[in-house]
């Protein structure tokens, strides 16, 4: 299951609670936003390496 499905699941079965919404879209961000951070400068070197810029 792919996280917006799970998202839809929880809604409904708890009714429109933004709160619960919200707290499952930050667990489910949360893994990318620490992957990116831990290779943070890779990412950059790759994006700066595909445009041409050196540095």
Sequence with gaps: MNITVGITQVHDAFGVQYAR???????AAL??????????????????LSAGIKG
């Design 21 to 27: 919404d919200l707290a499952v879209a930050m667990l």
């Design 31 to 48: 893994p990318v936003a620490l992957v990116y951070l831990l290779f943070q400068r890779r990412v950059t070197q790759a994006i700066m």
